[in-house]
C-alpha cells in the first residue's frame, strides 16, 4: 500500500482508521441483514488495522525527516541570507534555496513560520496516529482474550463426563463476570455446599458454583481446611461496600465475593435448609490481634425472618433477653423491617446494617466500618463490633463469617 505524499492525504486516511476503529469498538452500523462475524474474520480485521496504522506512522515519519532536511538547508545560509540593505526580496521556492545565495529577511522569517506550523501539523498527526495504533493493539489483544475465554467456556464435558465430571472443576475468572448460569452443567448435578465438594476431593479454596437443593445455580467463595469446605457468607475489610442496606438486599446478597460482600440470607438459608449448622466468626482488630468463634446454629426462612436459633450460652453472649433450655431464635433486623428484641428502638436504624439484634449492644458485624476510632462516643456505636471481645466501641479492622453444614439431610 503505498502512502499518501502529503501531510493533508495522511490526516484523511487518519480519520478513516479512527472511523474503523470506531466501528469495531461498538458504534452503530448503517441497518443490514445480522450477520456475526466469526473469529477468523475478526483477526483478519485487527490486522488490517495495524497494519494501517503502522504504514501511516511510517509516512508521518517520513515526512517529518523531508522538513528537517529543508530546515537544516535553510539554516546553511547563515548571516549570508541577511540582506545589507534591508530590501525584501520575493519569496523563493525551498527547492531553488543554494547555499550562499541571499534571502530577504521578510522571506526568511516567513520559511521559518511556515516550517514551524509544519512541524507542529506533523506532531499532531504522529501522536493521532500513535493513539490510534494504541486502540487497534488493544482492540486486537481483546480479541485474543475474548478467544481465551470462550476456548474456556466449551463443555468439553461432553467428551469425557464420566471421567471429568464438570461439577469437580474450578470456575475460570469469566464465571465472575458472566454469572454462575453460563456455567451450569445440565449432565452432571452441581455441588449443593462447599462441604461437598470438599467431600468430592477438592482441595482448593476459591470461587465455585453451587446449587442447593430446590434452588438455582450460583456463585460462592469456599474456604478449604482441614476440617472440610466452608461457605463464605460475609467479609469486611477495607469499607468499599456500603452495608447499611434495606431488607431485600440482605435477603438478595450484594458486594463482591472475592472483596467485601454479603452472600443473601436466602442463599444462605437454600445450603442449610433443614441441616443443623456451624457458623464460624473470624475477627481482627487494628493491633494484628485475631480471635474465632465457632457455635452451632440454624437458620429459618423468611417466614421466620430468617431466626438464627442459637444454643443458651451463646444466645447469651448475642444479648439475648430469655433464654430457654433449648436456646433462642433470634430474627434478622434492618432499618425498613424491624424484629429486634427491643420494643423501644429500631436497632438497624440507631446503628447501621443489618444484623441478628437481641439488643442493641452485643454485636453487629455489618455495622459502618471506620478505619479509625471516632472520638466520639454515640459514632462508635454505629462501627463493627464483637462486645465479648474487644467490647462495644473498638470498631473492628476486619471479620469473616463462615458456614458449614453438620448433618446430612436425607436422601431424596
Known sequence: MRCPPTAGAALVLCATTAGLLLGAQGHPAPPESPRFASWDEMNVLAHGLLQLGQGLREHVERTRGHLGSLERRLSTCGAACQSPGGSAAPPQDLDSLVPGEEVAPGALRSLQTQIKAQNSRIEQLFQKVAQQQRHLEKQHLRIQHLQSQVDLLVPTHLNNGMTKPARKKRLPKTAQLVGPAHNAS???????????????????????????????????????????????????????????????????????????????????????????????????????????????????????????????????????????????SLPFSTWDQDHDLRGDKNCAKTLSGGWWFGTCSHSNLNGQYFHSIPRQRQQRKKGIFWKNWRGRYYPLQATTMLIQPTVAAAAS
Not at 211 to 223: A, D, H, I, R, T
Open 186 to 328: 445440565h449432565l452432571h448435578r452441581l455441588p449443593r455446599d462447599c462441604q461437598e465438594l470438599f467431600k468430592e476431593g477438592e482441595r482448593q479454596s476459591g470461587l465455585f458454583q453451587i446449587q442447593p437443593e430446590g434452588s438455582l445455580p450460583f456463585l460462592v467463595n469456599c474456604k478449604m481446611t482441614s476440617d472440610g469446605g466452608w461457605t463464605v457468607i460475609q467479609r469486611r475489610q477495607d469499607g468499599s461496600v456500603d452495608f447499611d442496606r434495606p431488607w431485600e438486599a440482605y435477603k438478595a446478597g450484594f458486594g463482591d465475593p472475592q472483596g467485601e460482600f454479603w452472600l443473601g440470607l436466602e442463599k444462605v438459608h437454600h445450603i442449610t435448609g433443614d441441616r443443623s449448622s456451624r457458623l464460624a466468626v473470624q475477627l481482627q482488630d487494628w493491633d494484628g490481634n485475631a480471635e474465632s468463634l465457632q457455635f452451632p446454629v440454624h437458620l429459618g426462612g423468611e417466614d421466620t425472618a430468617y431466626s438464627l436459633q442459637l444454643t443458651a450460652p451463646v444466645a447469651s453472649k448475642l444479648g439475648a433477653t430469655t433464654v430457654t433450655p433449648e436456646g433462642l
